[in-house]
T-cell receptor, first 115, second 112 residues
Framework: GAGVSQTPSNKVTEKGKYVELRCDPI?????LYWYRQSLGQGPEFLIY????????DSGLPNDRFFAVRPEGSVSTLKIQRTERGDSAVYLC?????????????FGQGTRLTVV | AQSVTQLDSHVSVSEGTPVLLRCNYS??????LFWYVQHPNKGLQLLLK??????LVKGINGFEAEFKKSETSFHLTKPSAHMSDAAEYFC??????????FGPGTRLSVLP
């Protein structure tokens, strides 16, 4: 596709439920990032993939959060036992290589609301 | 460790007047620096990037930024604000082969 695609665009779930958020990066981009943006704040880093492996998962807030990228393309962010504090916009980005000279291209985000 | 400080959470200018959005960074390595813009209900869009070439970087929509290593700054400027510039602006630092670290953002308002 032309850009980074995230689905769904909106997700409302009940507290305690499990959710999956999907990211389709730009074709050929090896690096993929997940960020979380709360209202009025800058994006907060969650995890960074280089190919299939998580190069840096230091931003994941706790073990309820997990992400995979099994074939080095599409990634899924998984949140177990959701809490109201997980409500935010989850952003995915991809770049042709990790960090450094190449910019990251961002998707439109998934707005997660936990009620 | 890397961090970004955006000195103003909100800047308000009149249409046609200059814009200055301030950014200071901290990095253990020589980083790449970026400015992204986020319009309401829109995705993040790259304005410009610095990657150790020219210290004065020109971006889209008339924006530019100057890298000053001695001051660890990367301030964003535009000579004449337009109503369409009203948005949230993020300064971002990225060391080689690592993730992108965002500043808290500066909301730019443009008054008619």
């Amino acid at each position: 596709g032309a850009g980074v695609s995230q689905t769904p665009s909106n997700k409302v779930t009940e507290k305690g439920k499990y959710v999956e958020l999907r990211c389709d990066p730009i074709s050929g981009h090896t690096a993929l990032y997940w960020y979380r943006q709360s209202l009025g704040q800058g994006p907060e880093f969650l995890i960074y993939f280089q190919g299939t492996g998580a190069a840096d998962d230091s931003g994941l807030p706790n073990d309820r959060f997990f992400a995979v990228r099994p074939e080095g393309s599409v990634s899924t962010l998984k949140i177990q036992r959701t809490e109201r504090g997980d409500s935010a916009v989850y952003l995915c980005a991809s770049s042709s290589q990790g960090g450094g000279n190449t910019e990251a291209f961002f998707g439109q985000g998934t707005r997660l609301t936990v009620v | 460790a890397q961090s970004v400080t955006q000195l103003d959470s909100h800047v308000s200018v009149s249409e046609g007047t200059p814009v200055l959005l301030r950014c200071n960074y901290s990095s253990s390595y020589s980083p790449s620096l970026f400015w992204y813009v986020q319009h309401p209900n829109k995705g993040l869009q790259l304005l410009l990037k610095y990657t150790s070439a020219a210290t004065l970087v020109k971006g889209i929509n008339g924006f530019e930024a100057e890298f000053k290593k001695s001051e660890t700054s990367f301030h964003l400027t535009k000579p004449s604000a337009h109503m369409s510039d009203a948005a949230e602006y993020f300064c971002v630092v990225s060391p080689w082969s690592q993730n992108f670290v965002f500043g808290p953002g500066t909301r730019l308002s443009v008054l008619p």
